[in-house]
């Protein structure tokens, strides 16, 4: 599957944005997906995963109760709601997938990602 990351920008300290993730070349719902980002020097750091159905989600602990994953699988998209933003939330924010069928921990694991988007800066000024 191929994934297209976007809806990044400036946003203001204590604000929000929504990214999307667009799929496209398999069945949408066959996959977990997950949210990644990744600053300068760092390792990409875990955010959010969500399952085939959307049913069951799971957050890092840096993001949890301000973030919100979600999918529709109609559209083929998922989203990340993010509040309350940060200057530490300035990333570039990666989609990725696991197999096809896989479990939800395909994607809440860095090494068993199948396939990432290509990234999408999030600039968060104080």
């Known amino acids: 599957v191929q994934l297209q990351a976007s809806g990044g920008g400036l946003v203001q300290a204590g604000g929000s944005l929504t990214l999307s993730c667009a799929a496209s070349?398999?069945?949408?719902?066959?996959?977990?997906i997950g949210w990644y980002r990744q600053v300068p020097g760092k390792e990409r750091e875990f955010l959010a995963a969500?399952?085939?159905?959307?049913?069951?989600?799971y957050y890092g602990d840096s993001v949890r109760g301000r973030f919100t994953i979600t999918r529709d699988n109609a559209k083929s998209t998922s989203y990340l709601q993010m509040n309350s933003l940060k200057p530490e939330d300035t990333a570039v924010y990666y989609c990725?997938?696991?197999?096809?069928?896989?479990?939800?921990?395909?994607?809440?694991?860095?090494?068993?990602?199948?396939?990432w988007g290509q990234g999408t800066l999030v600039t968060v000024s104080s």
């Open positions: 990725a997938a696991g197999s096809p069928d896989g479990p939800i921990i395909e994607v809440i694991r860095i090494e068993s990602v199948g396939s």
């Open positions: 070349g398999r069945t949408f719902s066959d996959y977990a």
């Open positions: 969500i399952s085939w159905t959307g049913g069951s989600t």
